[in-house]
Structure formats: structure tokens, C-alpha cells
């Protein structure tokens, strides 16, 4: 799947097939900081006539990326990427139009599958945890609010409940 994600001198292009978004823009933008006490950056952003426009990154007391998001015309969309303070990744979710969509996922330190959860225009379908050594430890499934499947495994992926719910 084609996917490009490029902010700069006002030129935005975000790009992904897998989310069917193509946006390119080259509007003038505003770019303000948020800064520690101790004069480094918390936070650089870009602003279109004060909503966020281009790339939102943040950043730890050490300078270390801690996220980076993409808008266009304050509105969420694409991958957004957050990261431990070892600069390993800690997620990538996906959002159109300000709300989750498709596959999130979220890592533990040591890189591997922690949770994986799929959103429909920001409504929660379904999801999968993980031990860290990969094997599943939950899976569930839901209708609008309610719990309609729900799997618990041990440590070794063996059954430990199986539960099915009707609405």
C-alpha cells in the first residue's frame, strides 16, 4: 500500500492508501512552541488561522520525540506515532477525519504486539492483547457498546474462558 506523509514549507501531503486519505495543501501556516522551564521544546505545532495544520510533535524534557501527529484543518488524520522515553515505538494509531479508524497498535518496550484494536469511525469493534512473548492473552468482540465475545488465554495461548454474549 502507497503511503506518503510530508510537512514542509507549508507543502502537507498525506498520503495512505490502507486509510483511502489523499490530502495535499499549501496553506501558510503559524508555527508556535510550548516550552519547559528549562527553555527546551514541549511541543512544536502548526497552526492555519488557529487550528492545528501540519505536523504536532511533542517532545520529552531530553528533547526526545515523544509524538508526532498529522492535521489538516484541525482535524486528525493518518498515522499518529507516540514513542517510550528509549525512543522505541510505543503506538501507531490511525485516524480520519479527528476519530480512530482501522487498526491501533500499541508495543511493548521490547517491540512486540502488546494490543492491537480495530475502530469503524471511532466506534471500538474489536481488539487483541498480548504477553510480551507474543502468545494472545485476550480477544474480544463487541456490537455498539456491548461485549458480544470475549476470549481469555493463559501464558501458553491455552483457553482459560471462552465467553459468547447475545444482545
Given at each position: 500500500m502507497l503511503e506518503k506523509y510530508f510537512f514542509e514549507n507549508d507543502k502537507l501531503i498525506i498520503l495512505d492508501e490502507n486509510l483511502d486519505i489523499n490530502i495535499s495543501s499549501s496553506l501558510k501556516v503559524e508555527l508556535k512552541y510550548i516550552f519547559y522551564s528549562t527553555?527546551?521544546?514541549?511541543?512544536?505545532?502548526?497552526?492555519?488561522?488557529?487550528?492545528?495544520?501540519?505536523?504536532?510533535?511533542?517532545?520529552?524534557?531530553?528533547?526526545?520525540?515523544?509524538?508526532?501527529?498529522?492535521?489538516?484543518l484541525g482535524k486528525k488524520f493518518g498515522k499518529s506515532y507516540k514513542y517510550y522515553k528509549s525512543k522505541k515505538?510505543?503506538?501507531?494509531?490511525?485516524?480520519?477525519?479527528?476519530?480512530?479508524?482501522?487498526?491501533?497498535?500499541?508495543?511493548?518496550?521490547?517491540?512486540?504486539?502488546?494490543?492491537?484494536?480495530?475502530?469503524?469511525?471511532?466506534v471500538l469493534h474489536k481488539g487483541s492483547l498480548f504477553y510480551e512473548n507474543k502468545k494472545i492473552k485476550r480477544s474480544f468482540k463487541l456490537k455498539g457498546n456491548k461485549v458480544i465475545e470475549n476470549k481469555l488465554f493463559d501464558i501458553r495461548e491455552k483457553p482459560i474462558d471462552e465467553s459468547k454474549f447475545k444482545l
Open positions: 527553555g527546551s521544546i514541549k511541543a512544536k505545532m502548526h497552526y492555519y488561522k488557529n487550528v492545528l495544520h501540519g505536523t504536532s510533535s511533542f517532545f520529552d524534557k531530553d528533547n526526545n520525540l515523544i509524538s508526532i501527529s498529522y492535521y489538516y515505538l510505543y503506538s501507531i494509531e490511525q485516524y480520519i477525519d479527528d476519530k480512530l479508524e482501522k487498526e491501533q497498535k500499541y508495543f511493548y518496550e521490547n517491540g512486540s504486539l502488546k494490543t492491537c484494536l480495530f475502530y469503524i469511525e471511532g
